[in-house]
């Protein structure tokens, strides 16, 4: 009896586990700290380091990799990537009710 | 409807520092990010009137010592969010410490602002140990608030970054790094000779804090080409 109590928190600990082991970010709020990022920089030298944390710039990261990615592989996405993450970074703050796939934004970011 | 156990902002700062808040346009600005910015002090929404939609915030009595040591500490350094990073942040707390220690204490006025040092030497033990800052007063360091008595100019910080002429390598390098000028930080640091612990250890954090910012928007730079 309490061997079988054992396995099932240990098979609950490790489902659990697994699940949070996947990526969790969104692309939207990703490229968001993207953008961030870059106007905190314009605002002043030095303020970007100074007021991005590390899962900030993670995230920033992410949008980026996610982003040239897309547009390794699809032939018809001209514009660059700085407009592509702001295009994402604002279409759903506009939009909440309307929810797009990450892949349909990407595809729309390619169009403009 | 107004509960025994909250204060008006004003009601609050006159049972804590005897001081009428409507006299004091700069002092105001001050006290009001904090008493609004959520989840920092108890605050308790009552509406102003029956008539009114509008909503007046009242301080938890519980919240006050709170309130009472963010004032004093903005007598220091004027901005909110640096204040309340204090309370949360214990990096931000013992830079706060390292820096009255270095640049302010031994002084015993910086132009128009007295201090009592003895009040000074243990604010900042109080800010070095793990006193709380939410539940205990801190002891008052100001024969008058700094955001009472300075033109424009709100906080101990900001005085001394203005008399620049008569600082040492080491207060310039402090007082900026504080003020969130990293450039300035970073010339001052390197300007220092100093055998002084503290400032050696800033130096060294200030310097790769330099760096890092520098590559970063470097990076950054780069990307967009």
Known sequence: MHHIKILLIFSALLSSLVSEAKP???LVESCAELMNIYSSKNEQRFMAAQTTSLSESLRAGYCLGVLEQYAETEYSCRSDWFKRAEFIAKYNLELESNRLSDRKLLKLSCEI | MKSNDALSTPEAIRALFSIELSKHKGFKDLVYPLVRYKKFLKVHKVPIGESSSREQLLIDKCSLNKLYNAVLLQGFFADSKRVRDIFSN???RKEAADFLE???CGRQSVIGISLQSE???EFISNLKSDFSLSDD???NPFEQLPQLSLNGKTSLIQV????SAVLSDGDTMMLNFLDGDLKKAYDAACKLESDDQTLIKYKAIIVQKYQEAKEFDKLLDDLLN
């Open chain 1, 24 to 26: 969790q970010l969104s």
């Open chain 2, 90 to 92: 214990n990096v931000k």
């Open chain 2, 102 to 104: 270095t640049v302010v």
């Open chain 2, 119 to 121: 009040a000074l030497i």
């Open chain 2, 137 to 139: 007063k801190m002891p």
């Open chain 2, 160 to 163: 001394l970054l203005v008399q």
